[in-house]
């Protein structure tokens, strides 16, 4: 269900600079109460690091746990509740898919992205320990995590290494 006519298109901060990148961590409901259903121009990745919920994916519901990622493409809605015993602490990281591509037909990894920004390629939207490529894939995850945050002098090529193995990981 990609809905971007919808008006619960999320109102945030836009990716700025020259490198359109964010990371950051949140506990529901320490931090906000919920995160209500809206969409969005750009892939998140969230990574559950503590307590259990449910994350809606284009109205699916899916229990998540601690240790759990799940894949939001663009155009995709979503929310994220905790369980009402828990709190639900997310790392996320959020980026346009053209970050990685040319956008020119004969570029290899518009071949492969293109498709999923229009919604015409299916990704597993979650994924566990029990995924024979989940430490790796989380093991990308947790540079890109640290790079944003530290900011060495040339952590957009570390990120940009580190998405391009986390989508060869997927397809």
Same mark, same amino acid.
């Given at each position: 269900?990609?809905?971007?006519?919808?008006?619960?298109?999320?109102?945030?901060?836009?990716?700025t600079g020259s490198f359109p990148f964010a990371a950051l961590t949140a506990v529901l409901p320490d931090d906000i109460s919920s995160i209500?259903?809206?969409?969005?121009?750009?892939?998140? +990745?969230? @990574? !559950?690091?503590? *307590?259990?919920?449910?994350?809606?994916?284009?109205?699916?519901?899916? %229990?998540? /746990?601690?240790?759990? +990622?799940? @894949? !939001?493409?663009? *155009?995709?809605?979503?929310?994220?509740?905790?369980?009402?015993?828990? %709190?639900? /602490?997310?790392?996320? +990281?959020?980026?346009?898919?053209?970050?990685?591509?040319?956008?020119?037909?004969?570029?290899?990894?518009?071949?492969?992205?293109?498709?999923?920004?229009?919604?015409?390629?299916v990704i597993p939207w979650l994924i566990t320990p029990e995924d024979g490529w989940y430490n790796e894939f989380r093991q990308c995850f947790?540079?890109?995590?640290?790079?944003?945050?530290?900011?060495?002098?040339?952590?957009?090529?570390?990120?940009?290494?580190?998405?391009?193995?986390?989508?060869?990981?997927?397809?």
């Amino acid at each position: 269900m990609n809905i971007q006519n919808i008006d619960l298109f999320e109102m945030h901060e836009p990716l700025t600079g020259s490198f359109p990148f964010a990371a950051l961590t949140a506990v529901l409901p320490d931090d906000i109460s919920s995160i209500s259903i809206h969409w969005q121009d750009t892939m998140e +990745i969230l @990574l !559950i690091r503590e *307590g259990t919920g449910r994350v809606s994916i284009d109205l699916e519901k899916i %229990s998540v /746990k601690k240790g759990d +990622i799940c @894949l !939001i493409l663009p *155009g995709q809605l979503h929310s994220i509740d905790a369980d009402s015993n828990s %709190s639900l /602490k997310i790392s996320m +990281i959020q980026f346009p898919l053209s970050l990685l591509s040319g956008g020119t037909d004969n570029d290899d990894a518009f071949a492969f992205l293109e498709p999923l920004s229009k919604g015409e390629q299916v990704i597993p939207w979650l994924i566990t320990p029990e995924d024979g490529w989940y430490n790796e894939f989380r093991q990308c995850f947790e540079e890109m995590f640290q790079l944003q945050t530290f900011y060495s002098a040339a952590y957009p090529l570390g990120i940009k290494s580190c998405l391009f193995r986390l989508f060869y990981l997927l397809f």
